[in-house]
C-alpha cells in the first residue's frame, strides 16, 4: 500500500520539544516533496514545513521559523520534524503528506495528500 504514517505526538509542557516521524511505504520517498501539516481545533490545516526533492530546498511557516526542523532519513524512507520551545499554539493533529500530481516534486504544489493517521501533539501551558 502507499502511505504515509505519523507518530511522535505527544503531551509537553511549553518550553518542550517533541520529534516526529513520517513513515513512507509503497512508494519511492525521495522522489517526491514531503511535507508537515497540521490542523488545530476550529482551524484550516495548516502547511508547517516541507522539503522539495529537486533541490532539498527547504519551507517553513513563519509561526515556526527558528524553532523546527524538518529532516529526512532516505535510506529509512523517514521524514522527521524536530520541534522545540513548544508553544500552546502548536498544539493540533500533525500530519505529513506528499505532493500529487504535476508539480509533485515542489513544496509549492497546490495538492498534497497520501494522508495517514495524524499524530496529536499537546503542549500544555
Known amino acids: 500500500d502507499v502511505q504515509l504514517q505519523a507518530s511522535g505526538g505527544g503531551l509537553v509542557q511549553a518550553g518542550g520539544s517533541l520529534t516526529l516521524s513520517c513513515a513512507a511505504s509503497?512508494?519511492?520517498?525521495?522522489?517526491?516533496?514531503i511535507g508537515w501539516f497540521r490542523r488545530a481545533p476550529g482551524k484550516e490545516r495548516e502547511r508547517v514545513s516541507c522539503?522539495?526533492?529537486?533541490?532539498?530546498?527547504?519551507y517553513y511557516a513563519d509561526s515556526v521559523k527558528g524553532r523546527f526542523t524538518i529532516f529526512s532519513d532516505n535510506d529509512k524512507n523517514t521524514l522527521y520534524l524536530q520541534m522545540n520551545n513548544l508553544s500552546t499554539e502548536d498544539t493540533a493533529v500533525y500530519y505529513c503528506?506528499?505532493?500529487?500530481?504535476?508539480?509533485?516534486?515542489?513544496?509549492?504544489?497546490?495538492?498534497?495528500?497520501?494522508w495517514g493517521q495524524g499524530t496529536q501533539v499537546t503542549v500544555s501551558s
Open positions: 503528506g506528499a505532493a500529487l500530481g504535476t508539480y509533485y516534486y515542489s513544496c509549492t504544489a497546490p495538492e498534497f495528500g497520501l
Open positions: 509503497g512508494f519511492i520517498f525521495d522522489d517526491y516533496a
Open positions: 522539503i522539495s526533492s529537486t533541490d532539498g530546498s527547504i
